[in-house]
């Protein structure tokens, strides 16, 4: 006799459920039909290919340390603050998940850009910001902050603040509780955030191209590598491509690995909350 | 100290541990919340050892962060953090004061042994029972050294048998230290406090030595604490007249000369004084209540019969005989020789 819980799901919701899954699981596997494994190796280790991998994995690292730098105290901020209009700033700052890249591309082009807001003043002090290395980082890390916030902002809220305040009594001071207590307390949380935005970052493309452009060693990251290549070697875009592929399913696998041991603060519904925009990549 | 409808005014000796008690939502878990700096009140004034904690009165704002008051609390779930272990936990407070690593973790050993977990040392707190997570919490509120130590409701989250062990431990350490305790149990306040606090409202309803509050409480709180049916009136020549102007015969305590217009007074007796009967049978100086049963319950080996406000214990056999029933109008019937009646 099996013990089974009993479900309540009708049969036809699996039918349809098997349908979704295929929308997503047949075009990968389409894809991976058409790789041409003799030449494997040598499509994915060409100097090009190198390079644009090597640039993506630079950029998305920068863009990552970037996020984690930026994004902690703006999540402690959107989650335990209290001042004026703050659902206004979160509902700004989460605006790049559902922002066509490209706009963000063109809207931190007339910012940085030569003729944009800062642009001028930056250029006054000999720095160019526009189609340059920098740009890449930038426009991957406007594009990514929001993961991270997502996910660290559900974390500190999840978590309350009882923690924190027993600290506080103790005698430990805002600084060292936030060191103490409430870093390594969100810690799985910010793990998850920061995965999911390096793979964001690593996935960039629309802003990229607007603010950065395509050049070779500087500015062109993998995506776009795979997108020149589409036009002029598709077995070279279709080997990239599967490289990304299964860097996005190392990624999937960390960021949603079973949390383990004392680190279980809510992360399950952490990176459900955060991974939920994923599909804006491009 | 005052915030929205609570005002309250409390003074702990050097040596002295209070008892908080009170109905829900009386403000208690305020009151503590309001003296560890988490919640602040809209104007009000608190100090301990000379500093002030706090200065609100209008015109004056002075506020020490909860860091800077020496004020640790411990609530009824033990919050030890989960990330660190046993030693840690309890070394955090000392190391926050700046004390070097080897000498927090040497204070943080004593303090262990001191609620006797030397055993646990290197425990995570998920690793820990009930009991043991709330004795490792008591250790690291005490490895501050607190000047007050603020508890709420401490044994409330433990089971039967982890809780004589923490009380006993608690009254150890709290022999000599300042404390305020937040609790729901009359065996807390008479084990380890040397004064009780009742709290009805966001207000001070009734305060003084544990024993005294118990055995002659002034508010139908304390008097629930006690076990004892209290009627509220006005003292008169021959008793307590109560608010529907019945008049309760009794032993009248402290007959000081009625002094100009009517005083406060309660009428104290306990459960176990009243009898039940279905119709009036007038006798012997007595006092008699037209009640209605609400309430049926055992308590210990005889039957609390609830009427409102008042109770009385009657053996199983004579609730039968009677045929008591939740809704049954009966008559309470007291004795004027068990009613104590003083000022209130």
Known sequence: MSRQAYSGIPRWIYAVAVLAALVVVLPLLAMVARVNWANFLPLVTSESALSALGLSLRTSAASTVLCILLGVPLALVLARGRFPLQGLLRSLVLLPLVLPPVVGGIALLYTFGRQGLLGSSLEVLGLQVAFSTTAVVLAQTFVAL??????????????????????????????????????????????????LSFARSLGEFGATLTFAGSLQGV????????????ETDPDAAVALSLVLVAVAVAVVALAYRRPGGHAGRASTQRTTAAAAPVGNAA | MAGRGFDVALTVGPRETV??????????????????????????????????????????????PPHHRGTALLAQEPLLFPHLNTLENVAFGPRSAGVAKHQARADAVRWLAEVEAQELHDRRPAAL???????????????????????????????IHSAPLLRRLLKRVL?????????????????????????????????????EVLERPRSTFAAGL???????????????????GQTV???????????????????????????????????????????????????????????GSLAADITPAASADLGLAPGLPVHFVVKAMAVAIYPA
């Open chain 2, 129 to 159: 029972s009930g009991g043991q997570a709330q004795r490792v919490a008591v250790a690291r509120a005490l490895a501050a050294d607190p000047g007050l130590l603020l508890l709420d409701e401490p044994m409330a989250a433990l089971d």
């Open chain 2, 175 to 211: 022999a000599d230290r300042p404390a305020i305790i937040i609790t729901h149990d009359v065996l807390d306040a008479l084990m380890l406090a040397d004064r009780v606090v009742i709290l009805e409202g966001g207000r001070i309803s009734e305060e003084g030595p544990t024993r």
């Open chain 2, 249 to 307: 015969a009794g032993h009248i305590e402290d007959p000081s000369p009625a002094g100009e217009g009517e005083r406060a007074a309660v009428a104290v007796f306990p459960p176990s004084a009243v009898s039940v009967f279905l119709d009036d049978a007038h006798g012997s100086p007595r006092n008699y209540f037209e009640v209605t049963i609400t309430d049926l319950e055992p308590h210990g080996d005889l039957i609390r019969v609830r009427a």
């Open chain 1, 146 to 195: 929001p993961f991270l916030v997502v996910s660290l902002e559900g974390a500190l809220r999840t978590g309350g603040e009882r923690y924190e305040a027993v600290a506080a009594t103790l005698g430990a001071s805002p600084g060292r509780v936030f060191r103490r207590v409430t870093l390594p307390l969100v810690l799985p949380g910010l793990a998850s955030g920061a995965v």
């Open chain 2, 19 to 64: 008892a908080v008690m009170g109905p829900n939502g009386a403000g208690k878990s305020t009151l503590l919340a309001v003296i560890a700096g988490l919640l602040r009140p809209d104007n009000g004034r608190a100090e301990l050892n000379g500093r002030t904690l706090f200065d609100l009165s209008p015109g004056r704002s002075r506020w020490t």
């Open chain 1, 219 to 230: 500015t062109r990251t993998l995506p776009l590598e795979i997108y020149l290549q589409r």
């Open chain 2, 226 to 244: 006690a076990g004892l049916n209290l009627i509220p009136g006005t003292l008169t020549r021959d008793g307590l007249r109560t608010t529907g």
